[in-house]
């Protein structure tokens, strides 16, 4: 099947109420399309793929030397100094913590082993939101960012909070606002103008609509993440589209130009995971948002992303760099055959089977096309 057969076949057969992609190699873009509602200029929630453009700002400032990969980060934000780690909670439900041994760095914050975690996927955290009253993540209030550590920094894959705290840092180190920051650093520099925290009026006019699957079919959701929010989510914030999201991977498939420097992106495509750390099986705490969550065996992580360690039959090679987004988006950067592809459609439960499918389909159309 040819790339936009994949899209049609995925709408036709009720795997999606609508999916947008687009696919490059180092020569430029080989594939821009749309299928049901959705076009490549359709505006979406990127959701977690929000957080490799967060770790690409951060890392601009490691360029610079105004943030490090291993000094404490409270120097930077001091409010994570004073994270306790989480051992129980006692008769009254109330949480019991200690100190940790050692701090958290900015290389803890974008592997995912600082310790914090997400409500979405780990019953203590959500006990730990439920006893104190403290808001969701998706709130974007600055009280959300305050649970406890689930382990001491470095020692186990935890995905969470951490690059929510990450876009702290860069706020902090360079003085701007994350929505700011990015929009002179990266969105500009990479021509990405439908990108953003905020949805500007051009944008509204194009917005897709989110969707839950049930029984009967799909059933259209109002959802959109806070407007105004006391912090820009740097983990999950922002809204673009397949074809600008992809000027972004195509940088980073290139070497990073203009927005970082060759060393960088190759640093962070390498596993920064302390030896003898995996990524854990994720399950859900919240079945409309999220199915349970297993990964190959051996699944590494780097500045951001995550590593698959053998190649895909017909698909991605071994060291691609990939992650996700909650209403199911996807993208996958692979150096070896210098191929990227970015897959979104707006559904909730994350990871669902159809979904997944799907996208699997387009990858495998994009490799057979080269």
Known sequence: MDIAGTLKDAVDSGAVPGVAAAAATDKGVIFEGGAGMLRPDSVIWIASMTKAVTAAAA??????????????????VPELGSKGVLEGFDKEGKAITRNPQRPITLRHLLTHTSGLGYDTWNADIMKYRQATGI?????????????????EPGERWEYGISIDWAGKMVEAASGQRLDRYMTERLFVPLGMSDTGFAIGPAQRLRKARMHTRGPGGFTVME??????PEFHMGGGGLYST?????????????GGGPILKPETVKLMAQNHMAEGVLCRPLKSQLPHMSTDLDFVDGMKWGLSFMINPTAFPGRRSADSLTWGGLANSYYWIDPAKKVTGVWATQLLPFYDPRAIAAFENFERAVYASL
């Open 59 to 76: 890392m601009q400032l490691v360029e610079r030397r105004k943030l490090s990969l291993d000094a404490p980060a409270s120097d930077v």
């Open 135 to 151: 808001p969701a993540v998706g709130s974007c209030q600055n009280a959300a960012l305050t649970t406890p550590l689930l382990a």
């Open 223 to 228: 959802h959109e993440i806070p407007q105004t």
């Open 242 to 254: 397949v074809s600008d999201y992809l000027k972004f991977t195509q940088a980073l498939l290139m």
